[in-house]
């Protein structure tokens, strides 16, 4: 058994391993803890799982499971809990926007007893406008359609205990929406503050495309408020409909028959519309209520540094 397992996932970072890996030797070495580093090479297709296996070959430390393919970010963390040993678990992303130094902070709040140590990013400039107002709208959203309390800037750089990982792992969802689900288990939670820096090589992984699904998977997971509101927006244009159709036969026995086109052709367009995104919405929810039945595992390991066999590896 180890004190801590640092998990990394990572898409095509094989420049920052290097680096991410004296950083972290530098900050835990002196600690004295028995630490292991599980990177999840998540479907690269650049050089990062043979630089993993030097990283291992040179420090006992290192581990390292490869995924059969590119399973996306919240899986690939998964993978790597699944494959983590340790009494407290730190998971981070690979490209060192998640400051190593702040590992000693997040174990010490482990030690006071807390079992999820939430790390909160501050705000920097170094964040395009864009991200920094979405990330706000979107939680938001999630705090007004969910029970769960979403607290922003919590992302993926958390450390949890054992007994809040087992937690985590006995939930049987295929949608991992990581930072939900551990705000969902409860037990000790507290926030701390850090100062996000940027990229150190390469190109952001989270393309819009991820991240518009990264928040429906938040939403549709985390709340069914919106089926509740698109019965309200039914009540409220059945109503209206209704209100419409009394004024028109008020209106026809008073002598006056409304003139009708316009009125027609836009109660079409907007009913067709209103209609179209509730069946959309009733859709998100079937296409998951499908992807849970089908039970399919979560992924498969293709490669580990370790000396087992790799389909043992994979989840049962
Ligand atoms: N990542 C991954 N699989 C993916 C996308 C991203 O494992 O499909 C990893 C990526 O290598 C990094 C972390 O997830 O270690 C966070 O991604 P990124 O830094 O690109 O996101 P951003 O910081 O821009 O939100
Ligand atoms: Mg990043």
Same mark, same amino acid.
């Given at each position: 058994?180890?004190?801590?397992?640092?998990?990394?996932?990572?898409?095509?970072?094989?420049?920052?391993?290097?680096?991410?890996?004296?950083?972290?030797?530098?900050?835990?070495?002196?600690?004295?803890?028995?630490?292991?580093?599980?990177?999840?090479?998540?479907?690269?297709?650049?050089?990062?799982?043979?630089?993993?296996?030097?990283?291992?070959?040179?420090?006992?430390?290192?581990?390292?499971?490869?995924?059969?393919?590119?399973?996306?970010?919240?899986?690939?963390?998964?993978?790597?809990?699944?494959?983590?040993?340790?009494?407290?678990?730190?998971?981070?992303?690979?490209?060192?926007?998640?400051?190593?130094?702040?590992?000693?902070?997040?174990?010490?709040?482990?030690?006071?007893?807390?079992?999820?140590?939430?790390?909160?990013?501050?705000?920097?400039?170094?964040?395009?406008?864009?991200?920094?107002?979405?990330?706000?709208?979107?939680?938001?959203?999630?705090?007004?359609?969910?029970?769960?309390?979403?607290?922003?800037?919590?992302?993926?750089?958390? +450390? &949890?205990?054992?007994?809040? *990982?087992?937690? @985590? =792992?006995?939930?049987?969802?295929?949608?991992?929406? $990581? /930072?939900? !689900?551990?705000?969902?288990?409860?037990?000790?939670?507290?926030?701390?503050?850090?100062?996000?820096?940027?990229?150190?090589?390469?190109?952001?992984?989270?393309?819009?495309?991820?991240?518009?699904?990264?928040?429906?998977?938040?939403?549709?997971?985390?709340?069914?408020?919106?089926?509740?509101?698109?019965?309200?927006?039914?009540?409220?244009?059945?109503?209206?409909?209704?209100?419409?159709?009394?004024?028109?036969?008020?209106?026809?026995?008073?002598?006056?028959?409304?003139?009708?086109?316009?009125?027609?052709?836009?109660?079409?367009?907007?009913?067709?519309?209103?209609? +179209? &995104?509730?069946?959309?919405? *009733?859709?998100? @929810? =079937?296409?998951?209520?499908?992807?849970?039945?089908? $039970? /399919?595992? !979560?992924?498969?390991?293709?490669?580990?540094?370790?000396?087992?066999?790799?389909?043992?590896?994979?989840?049962?």
């Amino acid at each position: 058994m180890k004190d801590l397992s640092i998990v990394i996932p990572l898409l095509n970072e094989a420049e920052n391993l290097p680096v991410i890996h004296r950083r972290l030797t530098e900050v835990l070495q002196p600690t004295g803890l028995r630490y292991e580093i599980v990177f999840v090479d998540d479907g690269s297709t650049d050089a990062s799982f043979q630089e993993i296996r030097t990283l291992a070959q040179h420090d006992k430390a290192v581990r390292g499971v490869s995924l059969s393919r590119n399973f996306g970010h919240q899986v690939a963390l998964t993978a790597g809990f699944e494959h983590s040993q340790g009494e407290a678990i730190i998971s981070m992303d690979a490209d060192l926007q998640h400051p190593p130094e702040m590992l000693p902070e997040l174990y010490k709040h482990f030690q006071r007893g807390y079992d999820v140590v939430h790390a909160i990013r501050k705000d920097g400039e170094h964040m395009s406008v864009l991200k920094r107002k979405t990330s706000v709208w979107f939680y938001r959203l999630m705090n007004y359609l969910s029970d769960t309390h979403f607290h922003p800037g919590a992302a993926d750089f958390r +450390l &949890v205990s054992r007994r809040a *990982l087992q937690a @985590y =792992l006995s939930l049987p969802e295929k949608d991992r929406f $990581n /930072r939900g !689900l551990f705000a969902w288990i409860g037990f000790n939670q507290v926030y701390v503050p850090y100062q996000e820096t940027t990229r150190h090589a390469g190109k952001s992984k989270y393309t819009l495309k991820k991240m518009v699904y990264l928040a429906l998977d938040g939403i549709i997971s985390f709340s069914a408020r919106p089926l509740q509101l698109s019965f309200f927006a039914g009540l409220f244009f059945g109503c209206a409909g209704l209100l419409y159709a009394l004024f028109a036969i008020v209106m026809y026995f008073r002598g006056q028959t409304i003139e009708g086109w316009t009125s027609i052709l836009v109660t079409v367009l907007l009913m067709g519309g209103v209609q +179209l &995104v509730v069946i959309g919405i *009733l859709g998100e @929810y =079937l296409a998951r209520i499908y992807r849970e039945t089908k $039970n /399919r595992p !979560l992924y498969f390991v293709k490669d580990a540094t370790d000396a087992v066999d790799p389909v043992l590896a994979s989840p049962k």
